[in-house]
């Protein structure tokens, strides 16, 4: 299902997954290096360097949040397969609700590679001790949780257009 | 197979079709003819389950299509009058998908498709994307989805138009083996002297009245 997913959204908008993931790096990029580069500027040259606050991870990761749930809804939608004229599967024995699931699945797997696009970035920040392991676990459940709703709002909208438009 | 008892049905606050009660039975082919806008597509969306009845009983392959649209839907083979269909697909795509949706074993899916493909003559062109696809091209896909999973009851919506004289050949061949396996076929279209050659009785449908209770053929 995951692989008949990635293929189907990978065929129809592989280049915008592949531009959406380096967006998001490139975001959480910038945000981490400003931050970093504050926090540094500000020690002299002659004093050794102390570790990243944590406040450089968690606004960076904020961004980062922002980003997804900016992304992901977009993604909802384009992981609607679309059709034309009359709904084809209408007379099918699978309702609504499989179209959508399938839909959300496909989403789902475009948007785990959106959201796993910066992640050397956070190992970078991890590396200058801005987080701990602890931190890891919530804030990758945030943003699993994000990977998996934020979708469903595009895909009610793209779902209720297509329908609405075979009237 | 098929049983409409009294069937009526409003359509913006007007009975679009009234008091329709039909029979069909295993190893029957039925024509459903009248003038356009007579109700023959709104009694086959009705049989199909895309609408629901304002009135009377519907009951397909022993299923009421009320309270039971899933198992009617399972049970049956629909041709609408217009093929929606996945531009992205190609026809052996189309076919494989549809075949899994109604949940033909995966490792049965490649032998079916191809039977069906030569069944109608599309044997040669299971590449083509479905965007390319003719209208009577378009109108044989939907001959073949409906087909696929082998339904006891057909339900076709003005099958041969668009169709070249080769192709409607062998839509009523497989109608016609269709309903001597056992299955039933209810098929509305305006060709009223085609439906009389095939068809074991025509019923006509006007005005949203069945005018002549099914004449036989």
């Known amino acids: 299902m995951i692989a008949a997913s990635w293929r189907f959204i990978s065929g129809r908008y592989g280049a915008g997954i ?36 944590r406040a450089a991870f968690t606004i960076t990761w904020v961004a980062g949040t922002i980003f997804l749930l900016v992304a992901a809804p977009i993604l909802g939608a384009a992981a609607v397969r679309v059709w034309v004229g009359p709904d084809p599967t209408a007379a099918l024995p699978t309702g609504l609700a499989a179209r959508a699931g399938a839909a959300w699945l496909r989403a789902v797997v475009a948007a ?56 | 197979m098929i049983r409409l008892e009294s069937v009526g049905c409003r359509i913006g606050g007007t009975w679009a079709l009234q008091g329709a009660s039909l029979h069909v039975r295993a190893g029957e082919l039925v024509g459903l003819t009248g003038p356009n806008g007579g109700g023959k597509s709104l009694l086959l969306a009705i049989c199909a389950t895309l609408v629901r009845a304002d009135a009377g009983e519907v009951v397909i392959a022993d299923h009421d299509a009320r309270t039971r649209p899933r198992r009617v839907r399972g049970a049956i083979g629909h041709v609408p009058e217009s093929v929606g269909f996945y531009p992205d697909m190609t026809l052996r795509q189309d076919l494989e998908f549809f075949a899994a949706a109604h949940g033909i074993a995966r490792a049965a899916i490649p032998g079916v498709v191809d039977d069906v493909l030569r069944r109608l003559d599309l044997g040669g062109l299971p590449g083509l994307r479905m965007e390319w696809a003719s209208r009577g091209l378009l109108r044989r896909m939907a001959l073949a989805r409906a087909l696929l999973h082998r ?66 053929a």
């Open chain 1, 18 to 53: 592949a531009g959406l993931a380096a967006a998001h790096t490139a975001l959480v990029g910038s945000v981490a290096w400003y931050v970093v580069d504050a926090v540094w500027g500000s020690v002299p040259t002659s004093a050794s360097l102390t570790p990243v606050p």
């Open chain 1, 112 to 167: 785990a590679l959106v959201a796993l696009g910066p992640l050397p970035v956070y190992v970078v920040l991890h590396a200058l001790g801005s987080f701990t392991a602890q931190v890891v676990g919530w804030s990758a459940a945030v943003h699993a949780a994000v990977v998996a709703v934020a979708p469903v709002p595009g895909i009610v909208v793209a779902l209720a257009a297509r329908r609405g438009a075979r009237r």
């Open chain 2, 151 to 216: 339904p006891p009851v057909l339900l076709l919506d003005d099958p041969g138009s668009g169709l070249d004289a080769e192709a409607r050949g062998a839509l009523w061949r497989e109608l016609g083996r269709h309903v001597d396996g056992g299955g039933c076929a209810l098929v509305a279209s305006h060709d009223t002297a085609e439906l009389a050659r095939h068809a074991h009785r025509v019923t006509l449908l006007s005005r949203g009245r069945i005018e002549s209770p099914s004449v036989a």
